[in-house]
């Protein structure tokens, strides 16, 4: 199953790639490869934007603005003023 | 002192996590952060680190049966894994704190730490090593694949890497998202039934089958496409929904036998409520990203919210 084309915010810098690898294994959705030693985008369309790789890259070569895809949470915050949030963890307010 | 757990379930483990797949106490549904071995683990057995949401703790500890290892439970209030891995609750800090906390490094004498790979998003392992000298090693995303990865000497495989949406687990989340739901349903519902009481007892049928055609919708949008997600065409969530609700619009009208108004105004609404409750399924699901649901939206919320108090109105039309 894959989600809209063209929309996920990922990107690499090749400059600042080690090809370390730590990226490719924290993928859920097997987005990237290492390839001559470089992080590479193979299937662009199925990052889900959980932000993993960015977190895990020692060297800040990955870029990926993080966030949930979940239609509760962004009108949560847009009617709340503030970034997308489905209130778990909370005390009040339901969950995603 | 760590607390000693048993890999077995009890019907009461089991019970409870039933329980909270209906959205019954889920907020509340806890363990106590900390460490906790299983089996007769020694000093230099496993520690695998997971969430303080129970269900979570029990999905891990049932796979463990025969192995002997270290649980250290982070305070994720009550939140699985992945979704507090987003929030950072299981985060860098969060786990530092309770290595400290815990004595870890008094409890084993290596110095290796296995995560779920769905922690990633909030546990950096370069900058736990940095901060404590415990590697981090990123483990598979199932709890059932835990065993075959130690056999592998802590290596995953690629399989065991990748997230799935399957049927079953697909159903595991309708539960909950029908609990949440259905009390929408039900203040639309009985607003439609006490009107249609003052208007008449002719008008109550009508209001009767408006709130039966509005309960279909919600299952339409609720059950039925994430139930059939991958076969329906478009790969947009309200699309989808959109889709099956006209089938449903249609076959609501024929079988409550509607006059034209009531039968446009079924059209425009239950499509449009169907595709507003799948458009919601995005937060259960596993392979959307934010940037994909912000367009939905901005693509799609307004033509839902026209086309539902459109509809809205051209039944009220035909009722008087």
């Given amino acids: ?96 | 002192m760590a607390k000693t757990v048993d890999a077995r379930l009890t019907f009461q483990d089991r019970l409870g996590g039933w329980r909270v797949r209906w959205g019954i106490g889920r907020y509340s549904y806890l363990v106590e952060p900390g460490m906790y071995a299983i089996g007769k683990p020694s000093d230099r057995d496993v520690v695998l680190v997971t969430a303080n949401y129970k269900l979570t703790f029990d999905s891990l500890r049932k796979e463990l049966n025969g192995i002997n290892a270290w649980i250290l439970v982070l305070d994720t209030r009550g939140i699985n894994v992945w979704c507090a891995a987003g929030k950072g609750t299981f985060g860098t800090d969060e786990l530092v704190k309770r290595l400290q906390s815990a004595g870890v490094d008094k409890v084993v004498t290596h110095r290796t730490l296995i995560v779920p790979q769905l922690g990633a998003p909030g546990v950096s392992g370069f900058e736990v090593f940095r901060r404590t000298g415990f590697r981090v090693v990123f483990g598979p995303v199932r709890a059932g694949d835990l065993p075959r990865f130690l056999e592998r000497g802590v290596k995953a495989d690629q399989e065991m890497r990748i997230v799935t949406f399957s049927f079953l687990e697909r159903l595991a989340v309708i539960p909950v998202e029908l609990v949440m739901s259905l009390k929408y349903f039900a203040v639309f519902s009985a607003i439609a039934l006490v009107l249609g009481v003052l208007v008449g007892a002719s008008r109550f049928q009508e209001a009767l089958s408006l709130s039966l055609s509005v309960l279909g919708a919600f299952f339409t949008g609720i059950v039925l496409v994430p139930a059939l997600l991958p076969w329906i065409p478009f790969r947009s969530f309200a699309l989808k929904g959109w889709t099956l609700g006209l089938f449903w619009a249609v076959a609501a009208g024929y079988l409550w036998r509607a006059g034209p108004w009531r039968f446009c105004g079924n059209l425009l609404l239950l499509p449009a409520l169907s595709a507003f409750l799948s458009l919601n399924f995005t937060g259960a699901s596993t392979f959307t990203s934010q940037t994909g649901v912000n367009r939905e939206i901005k693509l799609f919320a307004k033509p839902m919210g026209v086309a539902a108090a459109l509809g809205l109105l051209l039944t009220l039309v035909g009722a008087v």
């Avoid at chain 1, 949560?76 to 503030?82: A, D, P, Q, V």
């Fill in chain 1, 1 to 96: 199953m894959k989600y809209l084309k063209d929309v996920t915010t990922l990107a690499l810098d090749r400059e600042r790639c080690t090809g370390c690898g730590e990226c490719v294994a924290v993928c859920p959705h097997g987005v990237l490869s290492v390839s001559e030693r470089k992080a590479v985008i193979l299937d662009r369309d199925s990052c889900m934007e959980c932000g993993a790789c960015r977190r895990n890259c020692p060297t800040g070569a990955v870029h990926v603005q993080p966030g949930v895809g979940c239609a509760y949470a962004i009108f949560k915050g847009m009617l709340s003023g503030t970034a997308p949030d489905c209130g778990c963890g909370s005390k009040t307010g339901s969950c995603c």
